[in-house]
């Protein structure tokens, strides 16, 4: 059985206490982007700036669970000045992240004992946790699926808004 | 009356014996579904292993017998909530949801023309609310609602003037957020003063209070089996002959016509013609068990016992949690059912039914199928225990020590 310690680490915690860049940027001229989680009511709002291939700027609104929060958070601090072609790696290695378990999901989730053992074995294709600094702190969230589109709800509006952008110029 | 003796109960219930993350279960999501006792189980066993054939026109032993037991279950299920003529006034279907859709799309299309009124309430469920939604869309009748006070209970100050011309009431009995019960005699009998019929939404009071529709005074009860220690896949509607009769068919197929021809069809006469295809029976056979389990019990033992659990809950939860948990809904008294809607001060639901887990204690988080209520409350979900026959002391004790972890952990 995944400990809890695993799922709540301190750094979520405390970018759940603490947001980092909250709020919205006017928009226009930013993009706004909406992102819902229907399972638990979990709703993000982000808007962001691209200036010359730059993500500018970006702001987080909305309200959810500590997963949904402190992973919009924490992805706010990682892309935020970056430029966009470093952003999209990130989204694509975070979501690899997030989806590394997924394979070994149906045994884990079907365990019909409920005695834990989470036949977790087969490991594919390692994350390069390196470059993902702080948000290494998610990967726990995989051993515990149902939370999964709590943690990508920001990324994924990040991501269309990044494709909004590009098609506006 | 007598007492309900819950730890003789529990030992009927298998899914009760069973561990999680090392800890004995502790189920407290009955509003969502119940567990079955054996009897239920075995009773869809036998069926399986002795007689399983399809209903209706089968004239070897075992499909004789079939129908025997699916009409049975019909007249069992029917008595349990006090249908003056269940072989006529009960359709099976699959779920509350469809029985609720039932009353939409047949007696719904048939009698609501644009600008027609249906008075529902802010608490509905998704399926006393969407199928009339649905409606609204078709042909633009007008929906209404009643709203609630703070305690969570209907305001019904103005309730003649708010059924001034409406054709329809649709209301839950028993909230499935707030726990509220809702005064059905006295809203029907406004109601049918006012020319209106009453579609009641009994998938959480059937299973916990005593429900005879003849005291209601309602027109329609929509339930689901499972709610009620009965298997998936079965509900049903029950409904005054007369209006049945009255109304076209829901979903066309075998089993539900008299005749057909290449250019028309004859329907059957209820409740076969609102059953079309071949029809949940071993579900049927599962809940005829369950009803007769929940007799054996005892309705008024069952809803004795649960509200002395909810009014310890609320009282507990208030001693050792203060004022860091707040529970939506009336306080504990005749009006209140064992749903217990919990917000926690800077826990989410989704994060507080996460730790909740750890101690094995099944809660839900979530809007519970009740959108417009989750605004109204200014919530965007909770976390939602409830009781059954089955929970005891014990049971709200883990919850609330669970609770009080959370809080630590995230204070
Ligand atoms: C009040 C109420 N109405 C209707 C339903 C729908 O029940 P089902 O999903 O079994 O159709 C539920 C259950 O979720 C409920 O609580």
Known sequence: MPDLEDLYREIILDHYRSPRNRGELASPPAHRIEGFN?????????????????????????????ISQSSASLMSAAVKGKDLDAVRRLIRTFKSMMSVHEATLGSDGASGDGSGADGEGAEPEPVDLQK?????????????????????????????????????? | MSRLDVETIRKDFPLLARSVHGKPLVYLDSAATALQPRSVLAAMDRYYEMTHANVHRGVYATAEEATRLYEAARVAVGRFVGAPDPEREVVFTKNATEALNLVAQSWGRRNLAPGDRVLLTETEHHANLVPWLMLAEERGIVLEYLTIDGDGRLDLSDLDRKLDGVKLVGVAAMSNVLGTINPLARIAEAAHAAGALVVADGAQSVPHLPV????????????????????????????????LEAMPPFLGGGGMILDVRLDRFLPAEPPQRFEAGTPPIAEAVGLSAAVEYLQGVGMDAVRAHELELTAYALAAIDERLGDTCRVFGPPAGPDRGGVLSLDVQGVHPHDLAQVLDQFAVCVRPGHHCAKPLMRKLGVTATARASVGLYNDEHDVDVLIEGIAEASRLFA
């Open chain 1, 132 to 169: 993902l600094g702080e948000l290494a702190a998610l990967q726990g969230v995989v051993k515990f699926p149902v939370r999964i589109k709590c943690a990508t709800l920001s990324w994924n509006a990040l991501s269309q808004g990044l494709d909004e952008a590009a098609a506006a110029r």
């Open chain 2, 212 to 243: 005879d529709v003849k005291a209601l005074g309602v027109d329609f009860l929509a339930f689901s089996g499972h709610k009620m220690l009965g298997p998936t896949g079965i509900g049903a509607l029950w409904a005054r002959a007369a209006l």
């Open chain 1, 38 to 66: 229907p399972l638990c009511g979990d709703e993000v709002v982000v808007t962001l700036e691209v200036e010359d291939d730059r993500l500018a700027d970006i702001k987080i609104a909305g309200a959810g669970c500590s």
